[in-house]
């Protein structure tokens, strides 16, 4: 079973505070990591995609990828109250079938 | 623009009822897929077809079928409705790129189906 995992939270930062969204999968194959962002009773959004190691920057957001410890991470700057949202990580297994984990819901407060 | 429709938006049906839940893009996208979303298990993948005529069952497939006649349309069929289909269905498209920065997909809206 290849399993994408994320804590579910929730993570709760205070608004301008750095996020730490966290992502671990099981099927070392992966090429492509995708980081959605999904408000409640709404579609998911794509946030950030990541296809090599390192870090890819988007204006506040920041992704971060290490194959070896299959791990992925998301880091949001600057946290705003409308970044309070769930965040969806998603690995391509291959042939662009996403695994997705269960999400990580993030609460900025004001 | 271009953009992914689902319809309807919202259905309430009865067990054992035949449900075709539609989606619809104009990316023009060779992909297309079906999750369903619910609580604890995030989105699971039921079909997705990689072309006109094209159909593969996903991790959750049983008791759903898929059709694909165009480019455009990929309708889900729910062939006999049970409680335990009530969800939240998305579809999504993606490019026909098999990796590397177009193997992006973009959601429907979302369809909440209650089977009672």
């Known amino acids: 079973q290849k399993e994408v995992e994320q804590n579910s939270g929730p993570l709760s930062v205070p608004e301008g505070a750095i996020a730490s969204l966290n992502c671990t999968y099981s099927d070392r194959v992966s090429q492509s990591f995708f980081w959605y962002r999904q408000y409640s009773g709404k579609s998911p959004e794509l946030i950030m995609s990541i296809y090599s190691n390192g870090d890819k920057e988007d204006g506040r957001f920041t992704a971060q990828l290490n194959k070896a410890s299959q791990y992925v991470s998301l880091l949001i700057r600057d946290s705003q109250p409308s970044d309070s949202a769930t965040y969806l990580c998603?690995?391509?297994?291959?042939?662009?079938?996403?695994?997705f984990g269960t999400g990580t819901r993030l609460l900025v407060s004001p | 623009d271009a953009e992914i429709t689902q319809s309807p938006r919202h259905k309430i049906t009865e067990t054992g009822r035949q449900v075709t839940l539609a989606c619809h893009q104009t990316w023009n996208h060779n992909n297309m897929f079906w999750y369903r979303q619910d609580l604890g298990h995030g989105l699971r993948l039921i079909h997705y077809?990689?072309?006109?005529?094209?159909?593969n069952k996903g991790e959750v497939s049983d008791g759903y079928s898929v059709s694909r006649s165009n480019t455009e349309d990929l309708p889900l069929t729910l062939e006999s409705a049970a409680s335990s289909q009530t969800s939240v269905y998305f579809c999504?498209?993606?490019?026909?790129?098999?990796?590397?920065?177009?193997?992006?997909?973009?959601f429907g809206p979302g369809t909440r189906l209650t089977v009672l």
């Open positions: 999504a498209s993606s490019d026909i790129a098999l990796a590397g920065e177009k193997d992006t997909q973009y």
């Open positions: 998603a690995v391509n297994t291959g042939f662009q079938k996403l695994v």
């Open positions: 077809s990689y072309g006109v005529q094209d159909t």
